[in-house]
């Protein structure tokens, strides 16, 4: 379902009656979306009667034990067999409140997902000890009072539109304004509106407004704080001061990790801070490791090496399961949780939690994000796993050798896709290609930029090696194999040359 007040009531009242809900992005399609229902074992799935051509589309590859209930437009309900039209189900529901389940503050909540190295989206386990404790560390940690209004343009689907910003009106009374989706035209026009003195922000969310064209709005309103993360440095201080915002509160943490941080005191370019002079207080690392494979390095005793102020390193927290603060609850995939979990960091016989982050911590205790490692990257504030889009791309080009990684682009957040694609006969197709990515995967997923070559090198376990293919990029002028490029418009790959290489790299070419 897309986001609406209507999302928070569903699962906040089937979470009162015992029921433990999967969030499903609301952007997954096909393949990824029967994934999604499956590894939950749901039970029932209940879908936005925006999204019944989704639900068309798997609702054969579904357990026919499955039920399907749909809120909204009764026509589109009709439009599916076996669908029962569930608001009308709640009309003739009693109004006496049920029994309070047998849950305790450790028991699951819901399930969020997210992209991983496995491949197809990860179920991450959200006990309700983790939303109070991410709800009520940013409360306190940032200083918000019941009488902030939040404006929430994310993703209800996504811990911080859900969590962070819902779990401010329903553990501390705040109001919050939801947004369907986000509007970089009407943003500051919402705020002034519902008097909003607290925006919610993904780092491409700063840069898209930076974009619009000045107008009055922009100043006329009452927001005191923008809370979110991704926010680069080299924006920083020009989001603050065009739109008069006096404090940035961003934050580090992924929707399971247990070693978030935040910046506390508006430090330029910090994501969060940890004390160096008590370390010991909130157990975090920076450990060192080798950033191409993301080993990591020990020392002669076998325990990870702590980094020194500068130097870049992998965040790691200790898991004490008895310590909700310290607590990994991990993924319904227990082979996803291992890949996670590291033994003897900190001591002989402890784990800790791998973030697959590199950041950099100073002099002081203030911590910077480095950049996005492993097999995922971010692109359109979400995260792309590179093992699913390959998985796609190369069933869409009967199962060619595809290799995708993010690369660079000025003037954007996070990486852009590309993929480097094995075409021997040079017979790739790339009208039906584009249409049928488009049918397969969300936006943010489908590569931006594409490179036809005649192989890839494997290693001996037939891993494809990116490193080389990630440096190289998509600059004409050092690959020599056919590149070219998506035109988000027409969604049309287009030739990529020296001049559109340069028009891109100029802000010219919008991508």
Known sequence: MESCNQYVG????LAKIGVEVALLNSNVRQESLVHCVRISHAKAVIFGSELAEALKEVQPALEKSIGLFCSGDRQAANS??????????????QRQP???PDKGFLDKLFYIYTSGTTGLPKAAII?????????????????????????DSLPLYHAAGNIVGVGQCLLHGMTVVIRRKFSASHFWDDCVKY??????YIG???????????????RQHRVRMALGNGLRASIWKEFSERFGIPQIAEFYGSTECNCSVGNFDNKLGACGFNSRIFPHVYPIKLVRVNEDTMELIRGPDGLCMRCEPGEPGQLVGRIVQSDPLQRFDGYLNCEANNKKIARDVFTKGDSAYLSGDVLVMDELGYLYFRDRTGDTFRWKGENVSTTEVEGTLSRLLSMADVVVYGVAVPGTEGKAGMAAVVDKEHSCDLENFAAEMKKSLPAYARPVFLRLLKEVHQTSTFKFQKVDLRKEGYDPTVVKDKLFYLDPRECRYKPLDEDTFRKIQSGQIKL
Request: glycine share 6%; proline share 7%; charged share 20%.
């Open 10 to 13: 569903l699962w906040l009242g």
């Open 127 to 151: 006990v309700h000890s983790r939303y109070f404790r991410m709800a009520t560390l940013v409360y306190g940690g940032f200083h918000m009072t019941p009488d902030d209004v939040v404006y």
């Open 204 to 218: 491409e969310i700063c840069r898209y407004l930076l974009n619009q064209p000045s107008k009055e709005v922009e």
């Open 80 to 93: 599916l067999p076996g669908v029962v039209d569930l608001d009308s189900q709640v009309e003739k529901a």
């Open 195 to 200: 008097n909003c003195t607290v925006v919610q």
């Open 98 to 100: 049920p029994n309070p």
